[in-house]
């Protein structure tokens, strides 16, 4: 009998203000509602979306930053998520005693459930951020195992993997993606490639939640998208400069039943480990696949 993880997963394509947390977080709890009223009990956010992305001085960010999960905007997105019978996985500047992390908040129905914080920090992140010092987590929650990645992650194969190897179902990513060098106006986004290719290769649903808008001269893509584990887009890519909600009906427990290409191939089966180490290190947990 197929094992069954139905859900409907919403990705939330905002237009933060900078500095302007309080009503940031307000926009986000209205389109959370938005969401959970359609049905969604796993939303995605976008990076820092509660304060914004260009900070001009590490003060700036400092000043912004709040505690995870004991400060205020955890505390609102915990009530929605108790409220809503839904995960959220959002993005926020994060304060740790001195250190400040570009992190993501996950909060369910039945509290807390963890902390992502960013590893591969881009441009000028590396002024204000600390580089994430968690890993790549796989948590386990009602609706299915799942892990979180930032933006720039993305970029890195072995996010998808090690978060595959743990048993990820699913990849939930806040961004706030910029464009890329040489990037052709009728060929889909460079970010929308990566988590496409990343899916595919892991047998993994993506779902990713972009912001929008120019903030401080720097312009945002857009183009949210939810990605199945064969590769190919469920939802999206949404609008490249509008506020939308994108949304896809799926079975997570797809992503490792049917992760098979043919009758010789499954990917993960068929890493040549003799030939390359798994980059892997210690303490992660073999046999999910």
């Known amino acids: 009998m197929q094992a ?16 302007q947390k309080e009503a940031n977080v ?86 807390f459930i963890g902390t992502y914080r960013k590893v591969h920090l881009w441009g000028a992140e590396n002024l204000f951020f600390e580089p994430g010092d968690l890993g790549v987590p796989v948590w386990k929650t009602r609706f299915g195992r799942m892990a979180v990645a930032i933006c720039y992650d993305g970029w890195f194969p072995e996010t998808y993997r090690l978060a595959a190897l743990q048993g990820a179902d699913i990849l939930c990513v806040p961004t706030n993606w910029v464009p890329m060098p040489g990037q052709p106006d009728n060929m889909l986004v460079m970010a929308n490639v990566l988590a496409m290719g990343g899916a595919h290769s892991n047998s993994m649903y993506v779902a990713a939640a972009d912001r929008v ?13 939810i990605v199945s584990h064969t590769g190919f887009p469920l939802a999206g890519p949404a609008s490249k400069t509008a506020e939308e909600i994108i949304y896809a009906e799926l079975n997570l427990s797809d992503a490792r039943s049917r992760r098979v290409l043919n009758s010789f191939n499954q990917p993960l089966r068929d890493r040549r480990t003799d030939v390359y180490d798994e980059m892997l290190g210690s303490g992660v947990k073999r046999g999910w696949y």
């Not at 808008?213 to 998208?225: D, K, M, T, Y």
């Open 4 to 19: 069954q993880s139905p859900i409907k997963i919403a990705c939330i394509q905002l237009e933060p203000q900078i500095g």
């Open 26 to 111: 307000t926009r986000s709890l209205e389109r959370i509602t938005e969401a959970a009223g359609r049905g969604a009990r796993l939303i995605v956010l976008p990076e820092l979306c509660n304060s914004g992305y260009v900070f001009e001085s590490r003060q700036e960010a400092f000043a912004l930053a709040e505690a995870v999960p004991d400060g205020p905007t955890c505390e609102a997105w915990l009530e929605a998520a108790r409220r809503h019978d839904a995960v959220i996985v959002a993005g926020i500047c994060e304060r740790a005693g001195d250190a400040l992390y570009n992190s993501a908040a996950i909060v369910g129905p039945d509290g």
């Open 213 to 225: 808008g120019v903030e401080r001269g720097q312009p945002f893509l857009g183009s949210s998208l």
